[in-house]
């Protein structure tokens, strides 16, 4: 059986296997501001007076908080009477705000072996602490709030075998780019993207975030990855909310195939528009000679603590170039005061970057950095379909942390060291 299988048979009491459908208990379901006042309607709607599981139910405020204009205040005013009539415990606003998907595990709110759904496409990124973990329609959320269960097709898995070891200016982000321009944007249509293999010592928490945020971007119902000593001292770095149960697939499970990607011989990848899946070396970008407007650093996929780090390494006594932007957003409040405390604000602001406070708002072209006609940006964020960042005509590179700090300084797409 496969990891995903285990956790599928532990919840519902019972051998499941890939293709059945099955009602479980979810343990953790996320809302956020945008899709939560669907799923607050429709628990109203169904005459529900009361959530099912009040400790296993977490709203963030994190896409327009602080609100942009007066649509999204009332829109974030749903969600805020909801949490305060039922006086929710794990409500996150912008006392203590931050992206929900790099703030619920720094909460300890999701444990390994858990079932987690959340009304956000990138729910699949708690799957990097051996969680199954997937993104849901706000209406799916309801029935949760008011069950507390769901119902699922267990997924059937891809194996992702990693040998060798990350080289320098390589990251996570890399790994799941290059997955995916292998496989393409369906290629794990509605299956387990499980990431394996000895290269995985080489890959720190954080760029595991990033390789299970983005298993959403090759068409996939969850990433994971299992528990190791990487994952265990992480956990141990947060309260966890539940006793951790770790699951492992065995050796002789059942996978619709096996992508192998030796890490030795990876470059850093640059996904061109529009699609993530069009992924490029970082030697062919570099020839390439792509001038750059803006150059941001943030979101659920790469706002975290190494993620500024790499960047103030890069930007260090340097200037941004002068026809380009720089934004840099940390992924939660916890993320900024340490990044202040070690003095990369200094170096951010002394640069010319400017720092916003946590916010999804420029990944989903909401606000905090809107592209205007023509202009091009390279991001850390996870998608870059057409006008996603701003007006229709921009363009969005995705690529790692160090490649963006870099390439605001050249004002072009340039190799990190």
């Known amino acids: 059986m496969t990891i995903t299988e285990k956790i599928f048979s532990a919840h519902a009491g019972r051998e ?66 909801f949490a305060y009539e039922h006086d929710l415990p794990y409500f996150f606003d912008e006392k203590d705000m931050g992206i929900e998907h790099a703030l619920i595990p720094e909460k300890g709110l999701v444990s390994p072996g858990d079932v987690i759904i959340g ?32 119902w ?39 299956k387990s993207l499980e990431f394996t293999g000895d290269g995985l010592k080489s890959v720190d928490m954080d760029g595991r975030f990033s390789i299970a945020n983005m298993a959403i971007e090759a068409g996939a119902k969850n990433g994971i990855i299992a528990v190791d000593e990487i994952t265990r001292e992480f956990l141990a770095s947060v309260n966890l909310k539940r006793a951790p149960r770790e699951f492992f697939s065995d050796e002789d499970a059942s996978y619709e195939r096996v992508v192998r990607i030796d890490l030795d011989k990876l470059e850093a990848v640059v996904a061109y528009p529009f699609l993530p899946s069009n992924g490029k070396s970082i030697t062919q970008a570099v020839a390439d000679e792509i001038a750059i407007d803006q150059a941001f650093i943030g979101s659920c996929t790469n706002g975290r603590l190494s993620d500024l780090r790499v960047a103030a390494e890069i930007l260090k006594g340097k200037k941004v170039a002068r026809k380009t932007r720089l934004i840099i957003t940390p992924a939660t409040q916890k993320v900024a005061l340490q990044a202040q405390k070690e003095g990369l604000y200094d170096i951010f602001v002394e640069a010319g970057a400017v720092v916003s406070n946590p916010t999804c708002g420029a990944c989903l072209g909401g606000y905090m950095g809107i592209l205007g006609a023509g202009e091009r940006c390279i991001s850390t964020t996870n998608r870059n379909f057409v006008g996603r960042m701003g007006d229709r005509t921009s363009e969005v590179y995705l690529a790692n942390s160090a490649v963006v ?13």
Not at 19 to 34: H, K, R, S
Not at 127 to 147: E, K, N, P, R, V
């Open 16 to 81: 499941v296997r890939a293709g059945e459908i099955v009602e479980v208990d979810i343990d953790m379901v996320i809302g956020n501001d945008i899709t939560t006042p669907i799923s607050i309607k429709a628990f109203r709607e169904s005459g529900a007076t009361k959530l099912a599981n009040p400790e296993g139910f977490a709203i963030v405020m994190d896409h327009y908080i602080p609100a942009k204009d007066i649509a999204s205040a009332n829109q974030a005013k749903i969600s805020r009477d």
């Open 119 to 150: 009304a956000d496409s990138h729910t699949c990124t708690h799957g990097a602490i051996g969680a199954f973990s997937t993104g849901m329609g706000s209406t799916d959320l309801a029935y949760a709030m008011i069950t507390g269960k769901n």
């Open 152 to 190: 699922f097709k267990v997924p059937s898995a891809i194996k992702v075998e990693l040998t060798g070891s990350l080289q320098k200016g390589v990251y996570g982000k890399d790994i799941i780019l290059e997955v995916i321009r292998q496989i393409g944007v369906d290629g794990a249509l509605y």
């Open 405 to 417: 700090a870099a390439s605001a300084v050249a004002g072009k797409i340039v190799k990190p060291f």
